[in-house]
């Protein structure tokens, strides 16, 4: 039994370690007051303060940030109705051919979607005019397809353990399904749209492939322009940049973490509490099978 523990610790740490080692040296190097990375030359936050005069990186973040903002909001909204019709609507025709589609970009190559997504742009733009040239809304396209399916998969698995019994209850109480979605089906699935739109956001971060494909003149993200320069050899800026995101992303997962425990410390006072005070209320009512029958009197 010992023996087996120190393994499974042993393991533990060694995959802690081989996950988290290289974050913690790419951070340390980035404040490396030298240029080659594999020469320390001291302590130094240079690099961070060249990233301020670093007009093409910098228009790279927040162009990527820009573009995973707009995908996180339109793949929770598609992602929800795709697992809604899914979840919902047991038997329609084209149902399986409907969940092939919505699951096939999970299984499929990104070089085979995107180079199906350049095609499409391509002939789209000859019979209709749109798009003119390919940019951010093109990848914002793609990256949509591709992270939709993600969300419909976690929100879809949510729906399927909800109890039906409280939207029902309330339809036969008079609200409308749509009013019913709103205001019950949501909140009740909220910590799974949370969760796909930062799935969504992440993947959408750090998609190289289906950026490559779909981008013009103009629109390269922030994966694009570190494999550029990195194929001439990493530079501190890269190092300070990507420990900037790890930060960013650090405190958003701690901050995450926090307001959900205390909202289900919240629940679960409030759950004890309910409890309690039902009991209580079942204690002070008199026992009908200990009451005394009257006497009729003559």
């Not at 109705?81 to 190559?109: H, S």
């Not at 009740?188 to 956001?201: D, E, K, Q």
């Not at 990493?234 to 995101?245: D, F, G, W």
Request: net charge positive; hydrophobic share 55%; charged share 15%.
């Amino acid at each position: 039994m010992t023996s087996r523990f120190r393994f499974s610790t042993f393991m533990l740490w060694a995959g802690l370690i081989f996950i988290y080692a290289p974050m913690l040296i790419l951070v340390i190097f980035s404040f490396n007051a030298s240029r080659l990375v594999t020469v320390w030359g001291g302590w130094s936050v240079k690099w961070y303060q060249g990233l301020l005069h670093n007009d093409q990186l910098m228009s790279a973040v927040f162009r990527s940030l820009e573009i995973a903002t707009y995908t996180a909001i339109s793949s929770v909204i598609l992602g929800t109705l795709a697992a809604f019709v899914l979840t919902r609507v047991p038997r329609f025709k084209g149902r399986t051919l409907f969940g092939g589609l919505v699951t096939a970009p999970l299984v499929m190559p990104e070089v085979i979607t995107g180079l199906s997504l350049l095609l499409l742009f391509v002939a789209m733009a000859q019979v209709i005019g749109w798009p003119q040239e390919r940019g951010v809304p093109t990848i914002w396209i793609a990256h949509t397809t591709f992270c939709a399916a993600y969300v419909a998969v976690v929100v879809s698995a949510r729906l399927r353990e909800l109890d039906l019994s409280i939207e029902e209850a309330a339809m036969d109480l008079g609200a409308r399904p749509w009013k019913v979605f709103l205001l019950i089906t949501i909140p009740m699935i909220a910590p799974s749209l949370a969760a796909g739109g930062m799935m969504s956001f992440a993947l959408s971060l750090d998609d190289l492939v289906l950026a490559s494909f779909v981008a013009g003149p103009g629109s390269t993200t922030l994966p694009m322009e570190v494999f550029s320069q990195v194929r001439l050899g990493v530079k501190p800026e890269i190092n300070a940049i990507a420990s900037l995101i790890l930060l960013v992303v650090s405190v958003f997962t701690f901050f995450v973490w926090f307001f959900s425990r205390r909202a289900e410390e919240r629940r679960r006072r409030a759950i004890q509490q309910a409890v309690e005070e039902a009991a209580v209320a079942n204690s002070s009512q008199p026992d009908p099978r200990r009451a005394k029958p009257e006497v009729v009197s003559a």
